[in-house]
């Protein structure tokens, strides 16, 4: 069967990113096994193996479908304001930071940005709420039946991460990224270079739409050490 290797300008020459297709992922799967299989004669000592990170918070049963979500009137107002690809631009997914942090501090985080595109700062919002709603991935490109749910951030990346990785022997890291070429590490075993791995990740080899690969394997096909793999 082929394989499709993604290469992106601007990486160290010999970084290729393999995406591994898998079945759907479901509430308590073991993350283990199913890496394994979909990686075996894939993933080799000194790879890279990226897990999304929707798919190990959906594993770990951290989601909410949102019809058990009721929006507050403030949830609709804010979520209205939000770009249409923001995480927070539905209102269920706004009341879950409301609930996280607070009507008080979301008000402040409110006038705070007003100030500060006066001012000619803008993003103080997400800024100062970021932790809440970096946690939060709308339902926006979510496979069925997951499409209507808000999934919340995986629990202990670093340790997930940290797990697999003395299991399938290579190095493994969970990741955010999405299609505005935004990538984050939240969790990665050791001996990673996080910074390059998160711009080897922000071409999103994932896919946000219907591409079914939560798993990719970054190799190193270049001479020398692996940069990926040597502790920043």
């Known amino acids: 069967m082929s394989r499709l290797v993604i290469t992106r300008e601007g990486l160290p ?16 799967d073991d993350l ?20 999304a990170e929707t798919a190990v918070a959906i594993a ?13 009137r403030l949830a609709f107002a804010l979520s209205r ?3 249409a690809l923001a995480t927070v631009a539905q ?27 006066v001012l ?19 339902y926006t490109g979510t496979l069925p039946p997951y499409e209507r749910a808000i999934v919340l951030g995986p629990a202990q ?3 997930v991460s940290e797990q697999l990785a003395q299991a399938l022997r290579c190095h493994v890291a969970v990741i955010d990224a999405n299609d505005l070429e935004k990538a984050h590490v939240l969790g990665a075993s050791g001996g990673i270079n996080r910074a ?35 502790a920043a």
């Not at 020459?13 to 308590?28: E, F, K, M």
């Not at 000619?120 to 709308?138: H, K, Q, S």
């Not at 390059?196 to 096909?221: C, F, I, Y």
């Open 13 to 28: 020459r010999g970084i290729v990113a393999l995406p591994v297709r898998t079945r759907l992922i479901g509430p308590g």
């Open 32 to 51: 283990l096994t199913l890496a394994r299989e979909a990686t075996n004669g894939i993933a080799c000592d000194g790879d890279v193996l990226c897990i």
């Open 60 to 72: 770990q049963g951290r989601f909410v479908p949102a019809e058990y979500i009721r929006p507050s």
């Open 81 to 83: 304001r939000a770009g």
């Open 91 to 117: 209102p269920e997914s706004m009341q879950l930071v409301i609930d996280d942090v607070g009507t008080a501090k979301v008000l402040f985080a409110v006038a705070a940005s007003a100030l500060g595109r």
């Open 120 to 138: 000619g700062r803008r993003g103080l919002f997400y800024e100062i709420l970021g932790e809440a709603i970096a946690a939060i991935d709308g």
């Open 157 to 159: 990346p670093d340790e």
């Open 196 to 230: 390059l791995l998160q711009e080897a990740m922000r071409s999103n080899p994932h896919g946000n739409a219907d591409q079914q690969t939560p798993l990719v394997v970054l190799k190193w096909r270049g001479s020398g050490p692996n940069p990926l793999a040597e």
